[in-house]
């Protein structure tokens, strides 16, 4: 019995012990397992920090980038400042001067001193020795206004002044952006010119590239001649030469007038009375005739009547 008794403390310590020894192990591997997880996580989060600074450092160039991209877009979409606008500009003034030779150089120097240059000139000479002409001038667009003002503070008399404006911009930025389409296109064609494995390949490619080229160059010449129309407004001018300087001039022009409206109208009145005559007598010759006829049949037998009364007597 005292036997059982101590085999069975015996046991009961071990039964103990055991169960002592596993539990400390249990929490040691949980810890192990518990700092493992934390040291991956750690380092895993380390990672993804530093993997979230690179990409915030890309999002950051991205939104750079965006940002300039949007900025760009937005310059096409919203409203394009005043200063960056494609504008061209128009004039036409006329003007009447006592000299025209005086007049026409005075304008030249203008044109020169403006930067400017005549594009087209003609002048025409009246019967009375009036001469009038007419000028196509290309001025640079910041002293269009400036010389429409100087020309005419020059001039005799300004009978007209009118200008206008034709917004190019949108055409413009169009036209730019269809000729970066094309070029992109063209680099595509050569390159495949370049892979072209048989003849028929290589004509079509060539057909097609020639067909992109001739779109280039129009959209090209489009472009220059917008750029050239912006940068040069054009200024019509036409001047008029004053025939009468002078108040005896008049005078003697206006005594001159009406003595030969009076000449004329005296021609005109003495032409309408034969010519009414003529019709007057063509329109009864019907009847005239006979009668004139009758008539001098009585008067040469009237007068054979008498010549023998007058025998007899």
Sequence with gaps: MA???FYLLIGIIVIMFSTVVGCSNGETSKDEVAKDQANSTSGEGTGFVEETKGESGAVEESGEEAGSDDAGSGSSTEATPSSDRMVIYNGNMVIAVEDFNEAQTQIENHIEQMGGYIAESSVQKESDDERHGSLSVRIPQENFTPFLNELESTSTEV????????????????LESRLRSKETEEERLLSFMEDAENTEELLQ?????????????????RMNYLENHVAYSTVDIQIQEKAVSS???????????SAKNLFTDTLNVILSFFSGLAVFVI??????????????????FLKKKRKNLNKQE
């Design 205 to 221: 490619i060539s057909e097609d590239l020639s067909s992109i080229q001739e779109e280039i160059e129009q959209l090209t010449g």
């Design 159 to 174: 009978l007209e002044r009118s200008t206008n404006g034709n917004d190019v911009t949108e055409e413009y930025t169009d």
């Design 283 to 300: 329109g009864l010759s019907p009847v005239l005739i006979p009668l004139l006829i009758i008539i001098t049949a009585v008067v040469i």
């Design 3 to 5: 036997n059982r008794t």
């Design 247 to 257: 108040l005896q001039d008049q005078e003697s022009l206006h005594i001159w007038g």
